[in-house]
């Protein structure tokens, strides 16, 4: 079954810190993987999206790792600020179907106080 | 920020109506997909379109239809509304892309919907 697990469900940090959330996966045949930002109320926002090929991708203070190898990806937050406060979700799609087919993981969320 | 957008954004109505949830978009794109999200749950799909009179059922897509008569506008339609249906309804757009590489969702804000 096509699943995809994120780690941990929340997590606070001190404005400044660092962090790392994970995203564990089973889809297969795998296409990419995406990290979206969903703040409170509003819809989510794409972060980055990496194909196979790729093993890390930046998007200003949002660094993504993919190791295709073992199915894992990490989504690492540099200097954290209170704007990082949200949910963060990872996406995977498949290679099933012309279009692919979107998994999604239910979210780790955020919360950084200052 | 994307320019898609959904309304109403708060919906509060009462059991055995029928309500249609807008959402248009004005980025040209073809894909246009609808999702529901309940707290601390992942999406579901509801429906998708791949273009102008397009339309697929998705994961969650039996109490409910869609229309797509042009490509910025993709309207959803609950017949008749339970309080079940109570959730939070995401609109998405996306170009067609290279199912390789993959193209980004782009979201509306959404609608809350409580059914009473």
């Known amino acids: 079954k096509n699943q995809v697990e994120q780690s941990p469900q929340s997590l606070i940090i001190l404005e400044g810190k660092n962090c790392t959330l994970q995203?564990?996966?089973?889809?297969?045949?795998?296409?990419?993987l995406r990290w979206y930002k969903q703040d409170t109320g509003r819809g989510p926002v794409s972060l980055t999206i990496?194909?196979?090929?790729?093993n890390t991708k930046s998007n200003g203070r949002y660094t993504a790792t993919l190791d295709a190898d073992t199915k894992q990806s990490s989504l690492h937050i540099t200097a954290s600020q209170l704007s990082d406060s949200a949910s963060y979700i990872c996406?995977?799609?498949?290679?099933?179907?012309?279009?692919?087919?979107?998994?999604f993981g239910r979210g780790t969320q955020l919360t950084v106080w200052p | 920020e994307a320019d898609i957008y959904q309304t109403p954004r708060y919906l509060v109505i009462g059991t055995g109506k029928k309500i249609t949830l807008e959402c248009s978009q004005t980025?040209?794109?073809?894909?246009m997909y609808w999702y529901q999200q309940d707290p601390g749950m992942e999406l579901h799909l509801i429906h998708y379109?791949?273009?102008?009179?397009?339309?697929e059922k998705g994961d969650l897509s039996s109490e409910s239809t869609v229309s797509r008569i042009r490509t910025e506008h993709f309207p959803l339609t609950l017949e008749s509304a339970r309080p079940s249906h109570t959730s939070q309804y995401l609109c998405?757009?996306?170009?067609?892309?290279?199912?390789?590489?993959?193209?980004?969702?782009?979201f509306g804000n959404g609608t809350r919907l409580t059914v009473t």
């Open positions: 990496m194909t196979f090929s790729e």
């Open positions: 980025m040209g794109h073809d894909k």
């Open positions: 995203c564990n996966y089973t889809v297969s045949p795998f296409s990419n």
């Open positions: 379109s791949y273009g102008v009179n397009s339309t």
């Open positions: 998405a757009s996306s170009e067609f892309e290279n199912p390789e590489s993959g193209s980004p969702l782009h």
């Open positions: 996406v995977v799609s498949d290679r099933g179907s012309t279009l692919g087919r979107l998994y």
